[in-house]
Nanobody, 121 residues
Framework: QVQLVESGGGLVNPGGSLRLACVAS????????LGWYRQVAGKERALVAT???????NYTDSVKGRFTISRDNSKNTVYLQMNDLRPEDTAIYYC???????????????WGQGTQVAVSS
């Protein structure tokens, strides 16, 4: 089983910064992707950024140049550095782990409990 524990959310003024962290424990797999999604009430959960075990990263367009995802594989931890935060970044941020096995082929998907980020003056 896999557990994801997030930390680092909070209330910040527009233009401010926050750093989210997510520690994964359990059978995280050798080939995986750790990432962050966010959800606003009444809307679907949406991708923010992902970082694959091989090093590739991916961002949604609205956070490019402001957010940076990184991971420490020795600690099974993924970070999201969020700079120049805007009110529209307000959401619950969820950590996600995807891992793949190949015999038979299957994708496992795990979620953290979520951490609130609020951007307001």
């Amino acid at each position: 089983q896999v557990q994801l524990v997030e930390s680092g959310g909070g209330l910040v003024n527009p233009g401010g910064s926050l750093r989210l962290a997510c520690v994964a424990s359990g059978s995280v797999g050798a080939i995986n992707s750790l990432g962050w999604y966010r959800q606003v009430a009444g809307k679907e959960r949406a991708l923010v950024a992902t970082a694959a075990s091989g090093g590739a990263t991916n961002y949604t367009d609205s956070v490019k140049g402001r957010f940076t995802i990184s991971r420490d594989n020795s600690k099974n931890t993924v970070y999201l550095q969020m700079n120049d935060l805007r009110p529209e970044d307000t959401a619950i941020y969820y950590c996600n782990l995807k891992k793949w096995v190949f015999i038979p082929p299957y994708e496992y998907n795990y979620w953290g409990q979520g951490t609130q980020v609020a951007v307001s003056s």
